[in-house]
């Protein structure tokens, strides 16, 4: 079973950066999606972005443009790099990896953004 580490949340102001790390308990193979997801407070899981190999990663319409995933199959790792960021970013941030029509999920990281 994958197991999902994420890091990098925190609090920070408007219009700062945050990178999100997430690390893989075992290899992760480049056709498998890796995502990130995010939760606000009251609301539901939503898709922020996805990357697989064979495709152009994709970017929700609320972050295209300030934030990029990215993926470094050798360390088992996926990033989200997150720029300009605004209050209605704040979420708690979770990894997600799907395997053979499974999801595996980390137990998320906080985003915090305001001033």
């Known amino acids: 079973q994958v197991q999902l580490v994420e890091s990098g949340g925190g609090f920070m102001q408007p219009g700062g950066s945050l990178r999100l790390s997430c690390t893989a308990s075992?290899?992760?193979?480049?056709?498998?999606?890796m995502s990130w997801y995010r939760q606000a407070p009251g609301k539901e899981r939503v898709l922020v972005a996805r990357?697989?190999?064979?495709?152009?990663?994709e970017h929700a319409d609320s972050v295209r443009g300030r934030f990029a995933i990215s993926r470094d199959n050798a360390k088992k790792t996926v990033y989200l790099q997150m720029n300009s960021l605004k209050p209605e970013d704040t979420a708690v941030y979770y990894c997600n990896v799907r395997r053979d029509g499974v999801n595996y999920w980390g137990r998320g990281t906080l985003v915090t953004v305001s001033s």
């Open positions: 075992e290899t992760i193979y480049s056709s498998e999606p």
């Open positions: 990357i697989r190999s064979g495709r152009d990663p």
